[in-house]
């Protein structure tokens, strides 16, 4: 069973770019398809981005296409998610999670069985 523990949030100023990582522990980042997770203050869980076992195919939410990247390090046994162009639209709380089942939708949170503690974004205008 993994555990996850995100860090590298903090306040921003729009425009500037920020990276979270989330470090896995008690498994390999490679035996799971995992992905990022956001939810704004009053706002329901929205999918950002995932990435598949090996790291070769991702998914990402049209809010974020194009400015952020999502990758796994197998090295340092951690998921990262490069931010860049930050709005105050991007002002959140970012999870990551970690699902060993590989098929069905990624952008689905119900399919994600691990989850990290979460990690504040606040970008300023």
């Known amino acids: 069973q993994v555990q996850l523990v995100e860090s590298g949030g903090g306040e921003v100023q729009a425009g500037e770019s920020l990276r979270l990582s989330c470090a896995a522990s008690?498994?390999?980042?490679?035996?799971?398809?995992m992905g990022w997770f956001r939810q704004a203050p009053a706002k329901e869980h929205e999918f950002v981005a995932a990435?598949?076992?090996?790291?070769?195919?991702?998914d990402y939410a049209d809010s974020v296409k194009g400015r952020f990247t999502v990758s796994k390090d197998r090295a340092t046994n951690t998921l990262y998610l490069q931010m860049s162009g930050l709005s105050l639209d991007d002002t959140a709380d970012y999870f990551c999670?970690?699902?060993?089942?590989?098929?069905?939708?990624?952008?689905?949170?119900?399919?994600?069985?691990?989850w990290g503690q979460g990690t504040q974004v606040f970008v300023s205008s």
């Open positions: 999670a970690a699902t060993t089942v590989v098929s069905g939708s990624w952008r689905q949170i119900e399919l994600y069985q691990y």
């Open positions: 008690g498994d390999t980042v490679n035996n799971y398809v």
């Open positions: 990435v598949s076992l090996n790291g070769g195919t991702t």
